[in-house]
Nanobody, 125 residues
């Protein structure tokens, strides 16, 4: 079983940056593709970014492409989401997620097996 703990959320002004971290427990981290989803109030949870188990492939939602960067450090069991040029519409609870497969191109909730508790990101205008 893999446990995921997010950190790094907070309040930032539009145009600012935040760095989210996800610490994973378990021995299989380097075999797991990882991702980030977000859920804004009154909206469904949506895909943000994903990365393959090796870190060699990354995937992004169109809404964040060019502004967000996902990366991982398999030696430290950590996944990072660097968020730049933040907009008020990026306000949401951000969830770290993992799956028992190495391919990182999964964009739907049902394809993921592990979820963190979430961290709040608020972008003020």
């Amino acid at each position: 079983q893999v446990q995921l703990v997010e950190s790094g959320g907070g309040l930032v002004q539009a145009g600012g940056s935040l760095r989210l971290s996800c610490a994973a427990s378990g021995r299989t981290f380097s075999s797991n593709a990882m991702g980030w989803f977000r859920q804004a109030p009154g909206k469904e949870r949506e895909f943000v970014a994903a990365i393959s188990a090796s870190g060699g492939s990354t995937y992004y939602a169109d809404s964040v492409k060019g502004r967000f960067t996902i990366s991982r450090d398999n030696a430290k069991n950590t996944v990072i989401l660097q968020m730049n040029s933040l907009k008020p519409e990026d306000t949401a609870v951000y969830y770290c997620t993992g799956r028992r497969r190495s391919w990182g191109g999964a964009v739907s909730i049902s394809e993921y097996d592990y979820w963190g508790q979430g961290t709040q990101v608020t972008v003020s205008s």
